[in-house]
């Protein structure tokens, strides 16, 4: 039990420190002059762009929720949804250890609207898987298109990637989706049963993770100035996989994690730009959402409070005492 207590936030620290250490050795001779420079330089309708981008993304991530609701075939008001996924992400994401820090708010949340604790481990699972598969979606897709976005963080990942592997990846999303479609037997994995979900939510799963990650991916790349901009499609892909190792990390915020494979995934651009960019992601998708997450939590714990502990029973035992 002790161990567990304290085994992902030891990877998380030492993680942010071997980070820190090679983000470092990237950014020597970098001042804060020139990241206000940087910051200076984009333009009011790119800041514009960048909080579209936010609100794409987190309108995004309350699907997620919504299509695991669908799949467990519960109704729940959808505004609900949305303060609930808004929380639930905005915390976990800066936190880090984000199944369990987001199970947390989820199982309070949801509780209250008469779910079970195993519903919500299965709501848990399908927003996880889902978006793991719009990982994988979008991965094929950017590298049968760019190919060579991996081959920009040279010994930094030890793997190679082409066209062929997107097209891979891609294949085993469609098995997945023809499993859905043909309605096969659950897969079986030692005692645990998986089964497929239907395609009225497999299909939605298909739109709204990828919607998601282009949203956030957005945010950065429109705080990136021309000079050096290798396209929407390669920013895509460098967010992925930071995005992606950010959360492998348990880091909170991914912190050190996303800088470090950013400026090695755009060599041609000026390292000031790029953190730039990155400072204006953690304030709009991270930092204000987080700020928010917590007034709704206080505002939630609250009411629930109230509605546990009514005045007049409290009362009623002060009196009977």
Known sequence: MTLKKYLWPTIGGLTIALSAWLLYKE????????LRHSLEAISPVHWMLAGLSTLLAYAALAGYDR?????????????????????????????????VSGAVVRYRAYSSKGLTPAEIGVLIAVCSFTFILGTLLLAGIVLIIEPDVVDRFGELLP??????????????????????FLRLRPLRIGSLNIFYPAPRVVL??????????????????FALPEAGNPGFLVVLGIFLISFSAALISHAPGGLGVLELVFVMGLPDMNPADVIAALLVFRLFYLLIPFVMALVV????????????HPPDIERGKRETR
């Open 27 to 34: 950014l020597r001779g970098l001042s804060l002059e020139d």
């Open 67 to 99: 299509i695991a609701l669908m799949h467990l075939g519960r109704k729940v008001d959808w505004w609900f949804i949305a303060i609930c996924s808004f929380t639930t992400y905005a915390l976990s994401h800066n936190v880090g250890a984000s199944v």
């Open 159 to 180: 793997m190679e990637a082409s066209a062929a592997t997107g097209y891979v990846i891609l294949g085993l999303v469609a098995l997945y989706v023809a499993a859905s």
């Open 204 to 221: 939605p799963q298909l739109v709204i993770a990828p919607v998601e990650l282009i949203g956030a991916a957005g945010i950065i790349y």
């Open 297 to 308: 939590i206080l505002v939630f714990e609250r009411s629930r409070f109230r509605i546990e």
